[in-house]
């Protein structure tokens, strides 16, 4: 990465008046390893973006500027991929599968996560005969819920979607049960009860084909605000929680802190992984997002990951208010089809260093003199210990970290304005110290990177949060951590040990 620091910003942070000092003491638990951090595959009014495969080129791979490696993408309630585009609002006609195809082979070849969302199964499958949600202003339109007489017609047609995904040369790596499960709307919708979402599964899920399309994963119903009811649910079933790998939701309405937190609890108990699947962070969407309104997003990520989250995807990846401009005129200067947004490089902070790594305990004290508004975080991957740092307020502070290791060097990665982001210094450390103190600069979004010194004694120090040392740990060929083994997958004991193994379903 490139020394982007002037010799004017290097003075100002030297000559700052620090308000206080904030202590973080990073302890050796152990929580979850966090798979990963994407985007949805859209363009305007959730359209997919076809042959234009700029925004993944730029958003994508480890080595992108920005490192994202989950895409989602909407299964079309149709069977085929040769239905044109058509005008908002015709549901019955929906967009294809084709239109995902060029991006998922760009993600897919970068080594990233493809997963598919149906926004509603085929309308002759519902209770009102279309793909349309239904309009709760409406009161004479049937809401759109999936027939119980076709409940097993579903997960067949879920394998049609992987089927055409494969022919054009895509492996999908999971497909959800439902987009937004409990919200009525006049789009593409359809509603479930938790209950029904259980009887659903328990029920038929089985009929997903695991051995056909080897490592595909099911996750479950992704509800607006992220309610625990819909997973739990699942989770508290014993049939049903052994065919659901991963549970899902948005935060519409509900902070990670809520919802998302109760929700993880049950996951981790029974080692599910947790993915936010989808939120656009923003205080005003009809214009350019603020630096305030960036560091209200850095938050969201930290709170994300504070939680139990294993893998965050933003709402769509090109907008004025994400991550890929558009172009739009009304939202220029700023706004260029196809560049880069100071967003993306916000999220940067956490999908180049975080993804891959496991999150460590932490503790903050503040001690200033000021109200701080201060998160934190810390993470292990490799022979790196990672520490994100987020101050909202005008003030500068000393930030003393205490770590459960000893450190020998570091990098600081620096994001104090839309127009100076993710600017990189080294972090001098004379000899190993496990106590250090650095600059937490105003209205910042700061990742510190260490290196351990003797890794692999460090790492053999730091306990599994549940302290069982005979953890086993499964991974698919392409080395992504699995919760539960399915089709050809390596199987990783805790002495070191390692084997290939073929589990048919």
């Known amino acids: 990465m490139k020394h982007l620091f002037t010799s004017f910003f290097a003075l100002a942070v030297a000559t700052a008046v620090h308000a206080g000092v904030i202590t973080v003491t990073v302890d050796s638990t152990r929580y979850q390893t966090v798979t990963g951090f994407g985007a949805a595959a859209c363009d305007g009014a959730m359209c997919p973006l076809g042959t234009d495969t700029k925004p993944v080129t730029l958003l994508y791979g480890p080595t992108?500027?920005?490192g994202l490696n989950i895409m989602r993408m909407e299964i079309s309630p149709n069977f085929v991929g040769d239905v044109k585009v058509p005008e908002w609002g015709n549901w019955d006609t929906p967009y294809d599968w084709q239109g995902s195809v060029p991006s998922a082979k760009i993600v897919k070849q970068r080594g990233g996560i493809v997963f598919g969302t149906p926004w509603s199964p085929p309308g002759e499958y519902k209770t009102n005969g279309t793909a349309q949600g239904g309009n709760s202003d409406d009161q004479g339109r049937k809401r759109g819920q999936l027939r119980e007489d076709c409940y097993e017609k579903f997960f067949p047609w879920l394998n049609s979607f992987l089927k055409y995904m494969k022919s054009k040369g895509v492996d999908v790596d999971a497909v959800s049960i439902q987009n937004e499960p409990d919200w009525w709307v006049d789009y593409s919708g359809c509603l479930y009860t938790a209950q029904q979402q259980l009887k659903l599964v328990k029920n038929y899920a089985h009929m997903l084909d695991r051995e056909t399309?080897?490592?595909?994963?099911?996750?479950?119903a992704e509800p607006l605000g992220f309610d625990p009811n819909y997973s739990n649910t699942l989770l508290r079933d014993e049939v049903a929680r052994d065919q659901i790998d991963i549970i899902a939701g948005h935060l519409y309405g509900h902070p990670p802190l809520g919802n998302m937190k109760s929700a993880s609890t049950l996951a981790a108990k029974y080692g599910k992984e947790v993915w936010?699947?989808?939120h656009s962070v923003t205080d005003n969407i009809n214009r350019l997002p603020n630096w305030h309104e960036q560091l209200i997003f850095a938050e969201e990520l930290?709170?994300?990951?504070?939680?139990?989250?294993?893998?965050?995807?933003?709402?769509?990846?090109r907008a004025h208010w994400a991550f890929v401009?558009?172009?739009?005129?009304?939202?220029?200067?700023g706004n260029t089809k196809n560049q880069l947004l100071p967003r993306a490089f916000v999220m940067?902070?956490?999908?180049?260093?975080?993804?891959?790594?496991?999150?460590?305990?932490?503790?903050a004290s503040v001690n200033t003199g000021t109200n701080s508004a201060f998160e934190t975080s810390a993470y292990i991957k490799g022979d790196s210990l990672i520490v994100m740092a987020i101050d909202t307020t005008k003030n500068a502070h000393d930030l003393k970290l205490k770590l459960p290791v000893k450190v020998k060097s570091g990098v600081h990665l620096l994001s104090t304005s839309n127009e100076s982001l993710c600017q990189e210094s080294p972090i001098t450390?004379?000899?190993?110290v496990q106590e250090l103190t650095v600059s937490l600069p105003a209205r910042s979004l700061n990742t510190y990177i260490f290196m351990i010194e003797k890794e692999e004694t460090a790492?053999?120090?730091?306990?599994?949060?549940?302290c069982q040392s005979s953890h086993t740990e499964y991974f698919d060929l392409q080395g992504r951590r699995m919760t539960v083994p399915r089709g050809m997958y390596i199987e990783k004991r805790s002495d070191g040990t390692s084997r290939k193994v073929f589990l048919g379903r």
């Open 459 to 466: 790492i053999r120090e730091l306990k599994s949060e549940d």
């Open 213 to 220: 399309y080897k490592g595909v994963r099911l996750i479950s």
């Open 429 to 432: 450390i004379n000899e190993p």
């Open 325 to 333: 401009g558009t172009g739009e005129t009304k939202y220029n200067p």
């Open 302 to 317: 930290n709170e994300c990951m504070l939680s139990g989250c294993t893998g965050y995807i933003y709402w769509y990846m």
């Open 276 to 278: 936010m699947t989808e």
């Open 64 to 66: 992108s500027k920005i």
């Open 348 to 363: 940067s902070h956490f999908s180049k260093h975080v993804t891959g790594s496991t999150r460590l305990g932490t503790k």
